[in-house]
């Protein structure tokens, strides 16, 4: 079965760096996002993206954050400068469209110190 | 912000039992969805219910839904180990899908 890939799968970085996180979604799902989930909690939404427009990025903190999806397939999410409030999993899934089930990668564990 | 909310927090049974976990939420959905994540890794969806449906099946799975009331129960019948996890039920809004807190479930051998 096709699967969602992320990478990488654990970061460590110190504050005020730079970081940057990788998705792949399913081949033909259009609709992809990023969600980060804190030890304990729900998945919280940062984007969503249909092809490679951002629907919803009301989450998103924009002066630290970025994501984009340029060909509408891959996807980067990156945070500069990181805090330390940002070590969290970052999760990113696919859905064939906005209503379907979403299908997740493994994630990737940020650490910052 | 999250949408769901579940409850139990967390949930201990012995393998055998069955397992019910609930979930509230504020606005109207199209559809509600549950998933599964174990630890470290990301979720998977279990099972999913329309906004016009008031149960569904899925082999050791049943969730209701009460629009109503604005809320659905999952339950796992004859549990087993491994089905040791975290439960999530997420609301389709129509424009997005967002998650519950969730339901730590341990089942005991």
């Known amino acids: 079965e096709a699967e969602v890939a992320q990478s990488p799968r654990y970061k460590i970085t110190e504050k005020s760096q730079a970081v940057a996180f990788w998705c792949d979604p399913i081949s033909g799902h259009a609709t992809l996002y990023w969600y980060r989930q804190i030890l304990g909690q729900g998945p919280e939404l940062l984007v969503q993206f249909q092809d490679e427009s951002v629907v919803d990025d009301s989450q998103l903190p924009k002066d630290r954050f970025s994501a984009e999806r340029l060909k509408g397939v891959d996807s980067t999410l990156k945070i500069q400068p990181a805090e330390l409030g940002d070590s969290a999993m970052y999760l990113c899934?696919?859905?064939?469209?906005?209503?379907?089930?979403?299908?997740f990668g493994n994630g990737t564990r940020l650490t910052v110190t | 912000s999250q949408q769901g909310e579940e409850d139990p927090q967390a949930l201990s049974i012995q393998e055998g039992e069955n397992a019910t976990m609930n979930c509230s939420y504020k606005?109207?959905?199209?559809?509600l969805q549950w998933y599964r994540q174990n630890s470290g890794r990301g979720l998977v969806h279990l099972i999913l219910?329309?906004?016009?449906?008031r149960e569904k099946h899925s082999g050791r799975l049943r969730v209701t839904l009460d629009t109503s009331k604005k809320s659905s129960s999952l339950l796992i019948t004859a549990s087993r180990a491994a089905d040791t996890a975290s439960y999530f039920c997420a609301t389709d809004r129509g424009m997005d899908m967002r998650f519950g807190a969730g339901t730590r479930l341990t089942v005991k051998p």
């Open positions: 899934a696919s859905s064939l469209t906005k209503n379907s089930p979403l299908h």
């Open positions: 219910i329309r906004s016009n449906e």
């Open positions: 606005t109207s959905i199209n559809n």
